[in-house]
């Protein structure tokens, strides 16, 4: 079975700053990954996802991960944040192949960003 | 396109009362899920269905049943709630494998608002 570890578990940063949340996961085989976001009182959005291809993956507002196959990590990125990204941010993995997408989700990273 | 509905969106339930979280779907997708979210503990799933008449347990099932009577509706029951089924619970959907190309391993979930339960 497949694990995902965020270790970053609360990170506070002030507006304009850099942005690098830490995602591993475990499994042998070829994975999917994804990044969520939870907007404070709202449900799960898809922020990007992986599947193959450039291993570094371009999502929306300015979010962006990288793929390292060699360190089973899927680091979340953006070069200056704002304050609107205060967020939980989770890191999700899936196995290819099953009967479903079932993903297996980490313990999430709070973002929170000061003005 | 209303997406992924679920409701309530808050209750408050005694311990060993029971309870039907509801969610429905108005995009076809045959693919549905059940996740409990507890406090730094991520998403765990709770149980899937991969369409109507299907349904098999994820992660954490203990406690919960549910049925897929049709490809719209996934409700979740809770038979004797207990404390430790306080949560947050998201319901969500993805497409059809083979759909427009589309892979249920690599399609995002769409989730409900969900569900806050309280059982006390």
């Known amino acids: 079975a497949q694990s995902v570890s965020q270790h970053n578990h609360h990170v506070i940063l002030s507006e304009a700053a850099s942005l690098e949340l830490g995602c591993n996961y475990s499994y042998g085989g070829t994975v999917n990954l994804f990044w969520y976001v939870q907007y404070p009182g709202q449900h799960l959005q898809l922020l990007l996802k992986y599947f193959s291809g450039d291993p570094l993956v371009k999502g929306i507002k300015g979010f962006e991960a990288e793929f390292i196959k060699s360190k089973f990590s899927f680091n979340l990125r953006k070069p200056s944040v704002q304050w609107s990204d205060t967020a939980e941010y989770f890191c999700a993995v899936n196995a290819r192949g099953g009967t479903a997408s079932k993903l297996t989700f980490g313990t999430g990273t709070r973002l929170q960003v000061t003005l | 396109n209303a997406g992924v509905t679920q409701t309530p969106k808050f209750r408050i339930l005694k311990i060993g009362q029971s309870m039907t979280l509801q969610c429905t779907q108005d995009?076809?997708?045959?693919?549905m899920y059940w996740y409990r979210q507890d406090p730094g503990m991520g998403l765990k799933l709770i149980y899937y269905s991969v369409g109507a008449g299907i349904t098999d347990k994820g992660e954490v099932p203990n406690g919960y049943n549910v049925s897929r009577s049709t490809t719209e509706d996934f409700p979740l029951r809770l038979e004797l709630a207990a404390p430790s089924q306080t949560s947050v619970y998201f319901c969500a959907s993805t497409p059809t494998p083979g759909d427009r190309g589309i892979s249920s391993y690599n399609s995002p979930l769409h989730f409900g608002n969900g569900t806050r339960l309280t059982v006390t």
């Open positions: 995009m076809n997708h045959n693919y």
